[in-house]
């Protein structure tokens, strides 16, 4: 793990790395020592380890909690290159939607392929920053909507470290096999008029989730549409609740 | 308005009354004077205005927030006499479940009967209680599931001085129709295991209500399991955020 910049912000410390070629940001309080709970983040399609939706919400993480937070850019994303494997997978798709082919089958099966990469990737990172002096071996939990829900329940249902995950934005299609194996408590985010995930669909992948403490929160809304405030309350509610 | 008896325990003051027939119970701070917000309470079937689910959230209402709550017996219930006519209808409807007919059209049809007596009963007792000098005409929420949504959504629809509801464990088919004219920020409770409420027929009353606010929750559960503690401390955040 290699620090690249450091740099400091309303007592939010800012840590950008890499992990061999896996580009990376570590949020802390500032001036912080000794073992915290840590929150992984993953970001959504498009989208990068500092997207705004990232960005707010490990600041308060940082702030209100005094967690550390960690995100990585997903492969393809951010600043890593574009991968020729998923990119021809992605033009390829492109031909089949065109040609008819259902886009939900087809987002499952590509987020399948990238999570066998992910998974591995987020969990070295999660090794790395709990090396750090001050993160440290404490409780870990995970924050992922859309292509974070599609990566982050393979992640979750593989690593024990998770103890509480807020996913969301995500359907049964694409996500249920790994779902039924999350036991930790979830918070799962729903936009109602959510045009990308057919409403169902969402539904079956809160229903599909083996965890006996879960929670379903639907507002209403679209599938990139800002979440209403309390959401991100209840989300800071929900990881005190159940990491410190 | 006739107050019969007043006591007082941990901070909260109890004053029972009757307000023409209606049996009802106002809690308020110990030592309380001026306006202050009020939440309306409404029971479950076979229930009573007392029941432990009404007081607990009530004496948290009071203690953390300094609102006035007030609940009142429905007709048959509590300390009001069996009503014939509800009797009979209740009756009757046994049999046609026994011969058959779909149990909840059946009780869709009785809380509509019920709500025609209802819903002026509980403006009456708003009037009375917002007249009272430690009450005031502050802002004023609902709080009322199972039952207490289906007599509940038919008085937050008629009633202007209602800003905000807490409703659930109820479907469509009792109460679409007068949920959809409910315009106030709205959160709704489902036990995602109720095995009265079909999930479709909760959902679909979720989707029914106009309120361009609206948030819905659903925990694992059956329909009269205690509900998780968190839900009564989004309660309470709810209720904080629209009415002070």
Same mark, same amino acid.
């Given at each position: 793990?290699?620090?690249?910049?450091?740099?400091?912000?309303?007592?939010?410390?800012?840590?950008?790395?890499?992990?061999?070629?896996?580009?990376?940001?570590? %949020?802390?309080?500032? =001036?912080?020592?000794?073992?915290?709970?840590?929150?992984?983040?993953? &970001?959504?399609?498009?989208?990068?380890?500092?997207? /705004? $939706?990232? !960005?707010?919400?490990?600041?308060?993480?940082?702030?209100?909690?005094?967690?550390?937070?960690?995100?990585?850019?997903?492969?393809?994303? $951010?600043?890593? /290159?574009?991968?020729?494997?998923?990119?021809?997978? #992605?033009?390829? #798709?492109? +031909?089949?939607?065109?040609?008819?082919?259902? !886009?939900?089958?087809?987002?499952?099966?590509?987020?399948?392929?990238?999570?066998?990469?992910?998974?591995?990737? %987020?969990?070295?990172?999660?090794?790395?920053?709990?090396?750090?002096?001050?993160?440290?071996?404490?409780?870990? $939990?995970?924050?992922?909507?859309?292509?974070?829900?599609?990566?982050?329940?393979?992640?979750?249902? +593989?690593?024990?470290?998770?103890?509480?995950?807020?996913?969301? !934005?995500?359907?049964?299609?694409?996500?249920?096999? /790994?779902?039924?194996?999350?036991?930790?408590?979830?918070?799962?985010?729903?936009? %109602?008029?959510?045009?990308?995930? /057919?409403?169902?669909?969402?539904?079956?992948? *809160?229903? +599909?989730? =083996?965890?006996?403490?879960?929670? !379903?929160?639907? #507002?209403?809304?679209?599938?990139?549409?800002?979440?209403? +405030?309390?959401?991100?309350?209840?989300?800071? &509610? *929900? *990881?005190?609740?159940?990491?410190?």
């Amino acid at each position: 793990m290699r620090i690249i910049s450091e740099t400091s912000s309303d007592g939010v410390r800012e840590q950008l790395f890499t992990l061999g070629d896996i580009p990376g940001v570590l %949020w802390t309080p500032d =001036g912080a020592t000794g073992i915290r709970p840590l929150i992984v983040m993953g &970001h959504g399609g498009g989208q990068h380890k500092k997207a /705004p $939706g990232i !960005l707010t919400r490990a600041h308060r993480f940082v702030r209100e909690c005094g967690f550390a937070v960690v995100a990585a850019d997903v492969p393809g994303h $951010g600043d890593r /290159p574009v991968d020729p494997e998923y990119d021809r997978i #992605n033009t390829e #798709n492109q +031909a089949r939607v065109a040609a008819g082919e259902d !886009l939900a089958a087809l987002i499952a099966e590509f987020q399948a392929v990238v999570a066998r990469q992910t998974v591995p990737e %987020w969990q070295a990172v999660l090794d790395a920053v709990q090396s750090l002096e001050h993160v440290g071996t404490g409780p870990a $939990g995970y924050w992922g909507v859309s292509l974070g829900c599609g990566l982050g329940v393979p992640f979750v249902a +593989a690593e024990p470290r998770i103890r509480a995950a807020v996913l969301g !934005l995500g359907g049964a299609a694409a996500s249920a096999e /790994p779902a039924a194996r999350i036991t930790v408590p979830v918070e799962f985010l729903m936009q %109602w008029d959510d045009e990308r995930v /057919p409403r169902t669909q969402g539904l079956a992948l *809160f229903d +599909a989730l =083996g965890s006996a403490e879960k929670t !379903l929160h639907a #507002n209403p809304g679209k599938h990139a549409d800002i979440l209403p +405030a309390y959401e991100l309350d209840s989300t800071v &509610h *929900f *990881f005190t609740r159940h990491l410190t």
